[in-house]
């Protein structure tokens, strides 16, 4: 997805895909190493159908391959903003740095509220999170990385900025609701962010919800170590949560959002003729909800 949002959005602006291939490819580099810090972090098994690189090869190993990921992404980046000039090169090592400093704290958010074992939060204190953690690096990045790289202005930058927000908001619920009926095609361990404590928007609803047996429930999940939270009190939440209405709350949720996405992706476009690339991000709209 994030490469292709680069493509795409520079294809629109006139870009060929020699001006954009560098930075499509520094951008999945960026991302891949993302996700094996994340995997460490969030202590987590599969990732795409398979053992995490850190069950594999060990933490230090794996922070390493994480970290060069990360820093090789920068030198296909500079040379397809360099090759642009006009100062886009610093104008996209800005970006980056922005960017990746946000993910990082929408990271330390989602994991702050676990480790100081918080659960009275709003849906807007997830939406800041998710905002932060996904859907900057994600969709908005990507996205402004594709107007640096164009050769004519015809995108609205500002409303395809709030397009990003928008649908990496609503990317981040819908992976939180896969996760709670993952099956082989997902790639990730079911139920991984319930026995991990993640505070999702579905659990944050049921706090704000859950009363009698069900409050207990959720009470004895919030007091159990992740490491002694058993099959039978994960399921049995799950089960909860799906017959309490928060995974209702959140289908709910992710649908209005993608719905005010689609809205600004169309302001952004409004200029756009048709074409393949006009269709990929159209197309995003309704992906997020088809992927497995």
């Not at 800041?128 to 996205?143: F, G, H």
């Not at 992976?175 to 082989?184: E, F, G, Q, S, T």
């Not at 995003?284 to 088809?290: C, G, H, K, Q």
């Amino acid at each position: 997805m994030r490469p292709a949002i680069v493509i795409a959005v520079a294809g629109i602006g006139g870009a060929s895909l020699g001006d954009v291939l560098d930075a499509a490819v520094a951008v999945e580099l960026f991302h891949n190493a993302q996700l094996i810090h994340d995997d460490i972090e969030d202590g987590s098994e599969l990732r795409r159908g398979l053992p995490t690189l850190h069950r594999v090869h060990g933490i230090p190993l794996a922070l390493n391959a994480g970290s060069a990921a990360m820093l090789q992404a920068f030198d296909p980046l500079a040379a397809a903003l360099r090759c642009r000039g006009g100062g886009r090169m610093e104008q996209g090592l800005e970006l980056t740095r922005r960017s990746a400093r946000s993910a990082a704290e929408g990271q330390a958010l989602e994991l702050g509220w676990r480790d100081d074992d918080r659960l009275e939060l709003s849906d807007r204190d997830y939406f800041a999170m998710a905002l932060r953690k996904t859907a900057i690096l994600s969709v908005i990045w990507p996205a402004q990385l594709g107007l640096l790289l164009s050769r004519r202005d015809i995108v609205d930058a500002q409303a395809l900025s709030r397009f990003g927000g928008l649908l990496g908001i609503a990317f981040q619920i819908q992976d939180d609701l896969l996760n709670l009926v993952a099956d082989r095609a997902y790639g990730k361990e079911a139920l991984g962010d319930l026995r991990e404590g993640k505070r999702t928007l579905i659990v944050l609803h049921a706090a704000r919800t859950f009363r009698g047996a069900d409050r207990h429930l959720l009470d004895r999940w919030r007091s159990t170590p992740a490491t002694e939270r058993s099959d039978a009190l994960i399921q049995d939440l799950a089960g909860r949560l799906r017959s309490g209405g928060s995974v209702h709350h959140a289908e709910l949720v992710a649908q209005a959002l993608a719905g005010a996405a689609d809205y600004e992706l169309q302001l952004a476009l409004r200029r756009v003729p048709p074409s393949p690339d006009r269709d990929f991000l159209v197309g995003l709209v309704p992906w997020i909800f088809e992927r497995a």
